[in-house]
Nanobody, 127 residues
């Protein structure tokens, strides 16, 4: 049974930091590109960034580039989203997702490309 379990969400003040984790089980983790998405109330789910399964290269949305960092730990089957310099507009439910042999070695921004999803974790940034 495939499971992606996010953790680390919560309330943080603007300018602060938060690290989200996504632990994968039931999959060969190394064969999956991993994406982090977020969805704010009334908005579509959007890609925050992701990390490839080949060379661990990363890609980020323009809105978070330079503030967020994605990494993965093969031994722990876990992917991380380090969020720094948080802004109120970063408030959303954050989801991790797994894309089998994803995106030709890159990261897809399309939710339909992802095979598995976590349950989401709420991040609220107060001003």
């Amino acid at each position: 049974q495939v499971q992606l379990v996010e953790s680390g969400g919560g309330l943080v003040q603007a300018g602060g930091s938060r690290r989200l984790s996504c632990a994968a089980s039931g999959v060969t983790f190394s064969h999956y590109a991993m994406g982090w998405f977020r969805q704010a109330p009334g908005k579509e789910r959007e890609l925050v960034g992701g990390i490839s399964w080949t060379d661990y290269s990363t890609a980020y949305a323009a809105s978070v580039k330079g503030r967020f960092t994605i990494s993965r730990d093969k031994a722990k089957n876990t992917v991380y989203l380090q969020m720094d310099s948080l802004k109120p507009e970063d408030t959303a439910v954050y989801y991790c997702a797994a894309d089998f042999l994803g995106a030709g070695g890159g990261v897809s921004r399309f939710t339909s490309e992802y095979d598995y999803w976590g349950q989401g974790t709420q991040v609220t940034v107060s001003s």
